[in-house]
């Protein structure tokens, strides 16, 4: 079984707001990352809460995924992937840890993913477009040991440099693997940009 890990607990302390909540498209950002993990072939889904917990909870509270709170959020971002992976069912067989404030990445790349690791054998699937690596990142449950014992200091990538036979690339016609929305003019270009893919959807269908 294979589970998405999607992060949810930050403090978005350099957007001065909480972004997981900011409005994009017909819903909030947090909804839009969590449908598109729906969309794609991730067998459960796991929503690592932190900050403004309760406000994000009621946002997804339509939607069929386990939400859990990680009461170390302000650790960083790999106390809320340990948290994760404390969640998940002993039986999973692989994890994706998908960031919370990536709303463009489609589902077919995460099944890209999945792909990669189900015909390859390998225990880390990275994604890259234009020979750069982004999100979201695939691991085996073999390293669910190695994940729990990391520094923060480190974080994942220590995991990731530490096992390079085992680190499988896959290229993706997609460059949101490579942009997450952390600062306000982040949000403004993003907003921006989903316009201008309307636009050019509707001239299209006119």
């Not at 971002?77 to 960031?99: D, H, N, P, T, W």
């Not at 201008?196 to 509707?202: G, M, Q, V, W």
Request: hydrophobic letters at 40%.
């Amino acid at each position: 079984m294979i589970y998405g890990i999607v992060l949810a607990a930050g403090e978005s302390k350099r957007m001065g707001r909480p972004k997981q909540l900011l409005p994009f498209g017909d819903q909030t950002l947090i909804e839009t990352v969590v449908e598109n993990v729906l969309q794609s072939q991730i067998q459960k889904t796991v929503v690592v809460l932190g900050a403004n917990k309760d406000e994000i909870a009621k946002k997804l509270d339509k939607y069929p995924v386990s939400m859990i709170f990680n009461p170390r959020f302000k650790q960083g971002m790999l106390s809320s992937i340990q948290r994760g992976f404390e969640a998940i069912a002993k039986e999973a067989s692989a994890v994706l840890i998908i960031l919370g404030d990536q709303p463009t990445i489609p589902a077919w790349v995460i099944d890209s993913i999945i792909h990669t690791y189900q015909n390859t054998g390998k225990g880390i699937v990275v994604p890259v477009f234009q020979m750069r690596r982004g999100h979201p990142v695939l691991f085996d449950c073999k390293y669910r040991d190695e994940v729990a014992a990391l520094d923060a200091a480190v974080g994942l990538r220590a995991l990731v440099h530490g096992h390079p036979d085992d680190v499988e690339e896959v290229a993706v016609e997609s460059p949101a693997i490579l942009k997450d929305i952390d600062y306000p003019e982040d949000y403004v270009k993003e907003l921006q940009n989903q316009k201008n893919s309307k636009t050019r959807l509707e001239k299209e269908d006119s």
